[in-house]
């Protein structure tokens, strides 16, 4: 079962069979990326383990869409590099950025979780906003 609200603007907190998914972020105003013509959104997500059961995070899928609504799909293992595994009552906190051509834009997705018994199941992650 999935559960979603907003915690405000923006923001996202989704439940998917235990696993809560919240995250915000923000522009960074002076940055060294590559390309200063980007604007760049650093975003920061809490992983939370609310349920019953240990379950391990595997991949993750980002629909990323800028304010022209051109779209682009990032898939990919883990979350900067790391695989956490959480027991209930557990939570992993990680920081990430998007670069966008456009001042704005959107993010949604999911994490793909796997169980001990080997189920997988995909926490989804709600609609934010880079802006």
């Not at 972020?25 to 809490?46: G, L, M």
């Not at 609310?50 to 609504?69: K, T």
């Not at 999911?110 to 609609?127: I, L, N, P, Q, Y």
Request: contains cysteine; negative net charge; aromatic residues 10%.
């Amino acid at each position: 079962m999935t559960e979603t609200k907003d915690v405000r603007p923006g923001h996202s907190d989704v439940t998917t069979e235990g696993i809560r998914v919240r995250v915000g972020a923000k522009r960074v105003e002076e940055h060294n990326f590559p390309d200063p013509s980007k604007n760049i959104f650093i975003y920061q997500v809490v992983i939370e383990n609310l349920g019953e059961e240990w379950a391990q995070l595997e991949s993750r899928r980002w629909c990323i869409i800028d304010a022209d609504g051109d779209q682009e799909i990032v898939e990919g293992p883990g979350v900067v590099g790391e695989y956490p595994a959480l027991e209930p009552g557990e939570s992993h906190t990680y920081q990430s950025f998007c670069p966008l051509d456009t001042d704005w834009g959107s993010m949604e997705g999911h994490f793909t979780f796997c169980r001990r018994d080997g189920r997988r199941f995909d926490a989804e992650v709600g609609r934010f906003f880079l802006a």
